[in-house]
């Protein structure tokens, strides 16, 4: 795009390189065409400061520290934009406006007239996630007009809602029956103006699980028996009947007895034949085996009434009456005996459009031929996964139409085509696909064939719908009216917005370059948001590039562009914001201290020298002290400071136009900073003054100090003459005295309790000593602390009491169990001897004397023995304990367990891992222990004396608990085992799957046990189960499947099928419609 004159842009030009000849540190860089990169445009923007003192810096200095006269770019000549240049406004998102530009690109919203339901097509069905089969049948469904009209002429609960002649607006109408839901989807599907509908009321009612396959063919049964129970209610014999009527058939089971020829017949209702179809090509074949005789001889013969004996005997299906509409279902879905779940057939089954039924049927000379008016399709290889369509004939016009949820299909000549959907999924068996003359159709998808009765009459075309479902129709086609022309005039309102944004961006990016004329800056990030499509454009927002002197920061020019006056004025009327950066916002202040930095940076090697031959001399007269610390890495803490200053603004660089970095953020950095040490603060003592130590210190000349307060302005200053610090030198007196004091005291307890000190002798609960019938209990923590203190007396202090209240309850009643004290709960305690009790109370403090005290009880010979505790055990809090500690080994999150497998058996096991014949963890044994097996000892066991329970807290002993024990919770992984993470709430069958991926064994091939318990029950969880953290389960796998490509259906198994559960419920207006679908 031209945006000036040439002649003037030439002149322009001219002048611009007049003016870049006459600037200071650019020299004969051709800046023109060949932009150069950001570093080099970086150096050449400061490389005057080589030259140039800091209190020489001038307007001049300053303008090309900031780069204003750097020349801009062209479009097509620069491909992306230059960020060193404030000049260049090529590549910010312009290229998007520039030029013709299509009124779609202006909206995301779809032509609402996308969604209108085509003239004489059908309308569509929603998919809310996995109800597609449910969408077929009731596609199916509605094609029959018998069906429709006697669903039309139910009564229905509708006069509730109605008003006068209307509906009532202030609510929506809501079905309560089953009749009701299809009423109300058939009157939809007949008159909507909608390209499809939402079914989701009628698979809520039914309790369907949106997001989970089920099986299509017991849905169709169950749904039926469901319908025809519903219908049987109605006292108009068209409704009440039509189910039978529509799809009741007849058969008798008739088995003969070889012996007398005595029939017994078995009358039986059908709504469809079941068919299987493993062996076979035809559908005739199919049908001749489903009526096939069957020999009853050998074990399974036929018990006859008139021989009163066992008698060889054939039985057979007779078919007795055959329905107007003749559901098929080909036994695609089989149960697989290796696997133990449901695989699909996809063989080829040949069916014809004309079935003639008569030659199977008992009774001849009936009308029995049939045509072909629906196919209901499964696309997929598996049982478990793929998509449901129906191919169903128009009754009233006899087209053909596909049926594929959303999307309704006309079939071209009024003929059925299933190639294409034959050829969409390739089966794994590469079986080909056999010819079909005219009039005959082959699939290895199609699972259910629907033929109508051949009658000569045409259907009634005349359907009405009911007035009171035609006003909820109109109704609903009146909201989608709305909505359209509300998508309409949101469309209209994008567009007109994404014109007026189009010439304002064309007039206004011709006047953004600056030239010579006035100017200002306006961050790159704001005008390509102003040129974004996608973004409102926020007001300008300049705060993050300002300096600390409210200007613009000069490192902030990379991320800024110089834009003319004209431009800006009008930016900041449309969107305001501010602060405004003119040519006053130049900071000529951080222009002349980046000048010193820059001069510091390039002479820094050369004080480096200096100063280093000064420290060398020999220093005469006064001086300065110095850190060695900070002599020795004063070079890096130069630059480091140096490096600091010259890019606080990208420290400081937030993100422009109202995003900044938060204040806590900018807080925690400026802490972290503080707390490093600047140089020289390496000899500050806590009281700010010079430290006393002086191995940590040395002094230097007054020539090598000034060259390092050059760097270091603001370092702390220690003249040679000045003083250490008196308070320092109070303290460091009074540690020598306190550490001798320390030492002479642990010498004198470590001399007074050897033993204790050195862990030996120490008496034994479990074998108790015979020298004694008393012994004292502290507990564990106070012994680490104290021996602790003994071994390093100069760096840890004294211990001066023994807190036992640890041990005890908030009544003042021990915690634990004589049992518990000598296993789980003996690491939390220390046992004393009576001698060394003496001497504990008298170095101590002790807060709560416990003991243990053997008694001998009865006249018996060898006598009971009885250990009693004092305090004694408070049984409530221990309780709470208890049970506290078992709800945490429940309610565990993201927690490790081990699986491992067993090879042959058991013996196996026990060699190649004998630790796993015992308990796997720790936690498993407190399972195990925490038994009030020691509460039964006649000592421990105290009545409540008749108080109420109380609701006890123990947090004192479980965080004590927390700090004294460093129990190893870490198991040892053996061979052939496997860490799991898994959660309390984790059923097994999960569990299952995780193995299953682990150690490829599927899940129906898993028998696992832990500590000798099977675990069977997989909807239950772990934590009912007893499954805790670092347990150990065992997994032993069956004889592995022969084929294991029906790993591919177990693998999309997640939960077992179960089949529709509690399907034949009555409707009625007050129980709500529920179907448990849990497959």
Not at 815 to 822: D, G, H
Request: net charge neutral.
């Amino acid at each position: 795009m031209v945006w000036r004159s040439p002649v003037g842009q030439r002149r322009r030009r001219r002048r611009w390189r007049w003016r870049r000849r006459r600037r200071p540190g650019w020299g004969g860089a051709p800046w023109g065409k060949a932009m150069a990169p950001r570093l080099q445009l970086e150096k050449a923007a400061w490389r005057w400061a080589e030259t140039v003192r800091p209190e020489e810096v001038s307007q001049e200095h300053i303008e090309t520290a900031y780069r204003i006269w750097l020349e801009p770019c062209i479009r097509g000549v620069c491909r992306r934009n230059c960020k060193g240049n404030p000049n260049c406004l090529v590549g910010i998102g312009e290229h998007i406006w520039l030029g013709e530009i299509d009124e779609n690109s202006f909206h995301n919203i779809d032509d609402p007239n996308c969604e209108r339901r085509k003239k004489n097509s059908f309308v569509g069905l929603t998919n809310l996630g996995a109800t597609c089969y449910v969408n077929t049948f009731l596609q199916v469904w509605f094609l029959n007009l018998e069906l429709r009209q006697a669903l039309y002429l139910c009564p229905s609960t509708c006069s509730d809602y109605m008003m006068g002649d209307g509906v009532q607006e202030e609510r929506d109408y809501e079905p309560q029956t089953i009749c009701e839901h299809l009423q109300y989807l058939f009157a939809l599907l007949q008159n909507s103006n909608r390209r499809y509908i939402d079914p989701s009321g009628f698979v809520k009612a039914l309790g369907l699980d949106t997001g989970q396959q089920q099986d299509a063919q017991e849905f169709s049964k169950l749904f039926m028996s469901l319908l025809e129970d519903t219908l049987s209610k109605q006292k108009n014999p068209d409704v009440r009947n039509i189910v039978q009527q529509q799809f009741c058939g007849e058969y008798a089971y008739v088995t003969v007895c070889n012996q007398c020829g005595r029939e017994s017949k078995l009358l039986s209702k059908f709504y469809e034949l079941e068919l299987n179809i493993q062996g076979h090509k035809q559908l005739t074949d199919c049908i001749s085996e489903f009526l096939k005789e069957e020999k009853l001889e050998g074990d399974n013969r036929y018990f006859c009434e008139n021989c009163q004996s066992k008698q060889n005997a054939t039985r057979k299906i007779r078919l007795l009456s055959l329905p107007c509409t003749l559901n098929l279902q080909l036994m695609r879905f089989v149960f697989d005996r290796q696997t133990g779940h449901k695989k699909k057939l996809n063989t080829y089954i040949g069916f014809s459009e004309m079935l003639d039924m008569e030659p199977y049927v008992e009774h001849k000379g009936g009308a029995y031929v049939y045509e072909l008016s629906a196919v209901l399709i499964h696309r997929g290889v598996s049982a478990y996964s793929g998509h449901y369509i129906a191919h169903v004939k128009d009754p009233q016009s006899g087209e053909w139409y596909k049926f594929n949820d959303e999307d309704i299909e006309k079939m071209e000549g009024k003929k059925l085509q299933l190639g294409i959907e034959e050829d969409l999924e390739p089966s794994k068996s590469q079986t080909r696909k056999p010819k079909c003359g005219k009039g005959t159709h082959c699939s290895r998808n199609a699972y259910m064939l629907v033929y109508r009765l051949q009658t000569q009459e045409k259907p009634n075309t005349a359907i009405q719908v009911p007035a009171f479902l035609q006003e909820l129709v109109d109704r609903d086609n009146s909201k989608f009216e709305e909505w359209c022309i509300e998508m309409a005039e949101m469309r209209k309102q994008s567009v007109d917005k994404g014109k007026a944004k189009h010439e304002e961006v064309k007039e206004l990016y011709q006047r953004l370059p600056a030239g010579a004329e006035p100017y200002e800056f306006v961050s790159l990030e704001w005008l390509q948001k102003w040129l974004d499509e996608s973004t409102p454009t926020k007001p300008i927002d300049n705060h993050a590039c300002l300096c600390s002197h409210d200007k613009l920061h000069p490192d902030k020019i990379s991320i800024m562009k110089r834009i003319s006056e004209y431009a800006a004025d009008i930016f900041y009327s449309r969107y305001g914001g501010g602060p405004r950066l003119t040519v006053k916002a130049l900071c000529k202040e951080c222009v002349v201290e980046r000048c010193r930095v820059l001069r510091l940076k390039n002479q820094l090697n050369e004080d480096y020298k200096t100063v280093n031959n000064l420290l060398k001399a020999t220093v005469k007269g006064d001086g300065f002290w110095v850190g060695k610390s900070s002599l020795r890495s004063w070079r890096q803490l130069a630059l480091e400071q140096l490096d600091e200053q010259d890019g606080e603004a990208d420290q400081s660089n937030g993100k422009m136009n109202g995003s900044t970095f938060s204040k806590d953020e900018s807080k925690e950095e400026r802490k972290e900073e503080e707390e490093e040490l600047n140089f020289n603060e390496d000899i500050l003592c806590p009281h700010g003054e010079l430290c006393i130590s002086e191995n940590e210190r040395r002094l230097v000349s007054q020539e090598a100090w000034s060259k390092l307060q050059q760097y270091f302005p603001k370092a702390p200053e220690f003249p040679s003459y000045r003083e250490c610090c008196s308070q320092c030198k109070i303290l460091e007196r009074e540690g020598e005295e306190n550490e001798a004091l320390h030492k002479m005291i642990a010498n004198e307890q470590k001399t007074s309790l050897p033993n204790l000190f050195q862990d030996k002798n120490r008496p034994c609960l479990s074998n108790w000593p015979e020298d004694t019938d008393v012994l004292y209990i502290v507990s564990q923590f106070f012994v680490e602390e104290w021996r602790k203190f003994v071994r390093k007396p100069a760096r840890c202090s004294p211990v001066s009491s023994v807190g036992n209240s640890a041990l005890l309850c908030p009544h003042g009643g021990l915690m634990f169990t004589f049992a518990s004290m000598t296993k789980e709960d003996s690491k939390l305690i220390a046992l004393i001897w009576p001698s060394e009790w003496q001497t504990i109370q008298k170095l101590f403090v002790v807060d709560h004397v416990i003991k243990i005290t053997r008694t001998e009880v009865g006249d018996t010979n060898p006598s009971e023995t009885q250990y009693v505790s004092e305090p004694k055990l408070c049984p409530e809090c221990r309780e709470g304990l208890l049970c506290q500690q078992q709800r945490d080994l429940r309610e565990y999150t993201q927690a490790t367990i081990y699986v491992h497998k067993v090879v042959d058996n058991k013996k196996v096991m026990k060699e190649s891992a004998p630790e796993l014949n015992v308990s796997s963890s720790e936690a498993e044994e407190d399972k195990e222990e925490a038994k009030p097996d020691g509460e039964k000892d006649p000592d421990f066991s105290q009545s409540n004396g008749g108080t109420k329970r109380q609701k006890i807290s123990h947090q004192n002993y479980i965080a004590y608990q927390k700090q004294v024990i460093r129990r190893s919770m870490r198991h040892r992984k053996v061979r052939g085992e496997k860490a799991l993470l898994v959660s309390a709430n984790q059923t097994l069958k999960e569990l299952k799957i995780q193995i299953m991926h682990a150690f490829s064994v599927a899940p129906f091939d898993q028998n696992l046990s832990i500590d000798g318990k099977i675990l069977s029950d997989d909807c239950a969880t772990l934590g009912t189960l007893g499954v805790i953290p670092e347990s150990v389960i065992l997994l032993k796998a069956d004889e592995p499947i022969a084929d294991y490509a029906a790993m591919d259906d177990v693998m999309q198994v997640c939960m077992p099928e179960e089949g529709f559960k509690d399907l034949r419920v009555c409707f009625s207006p007050q129980v709500p419609v529920s179907l448990d679908t849990n497959l």
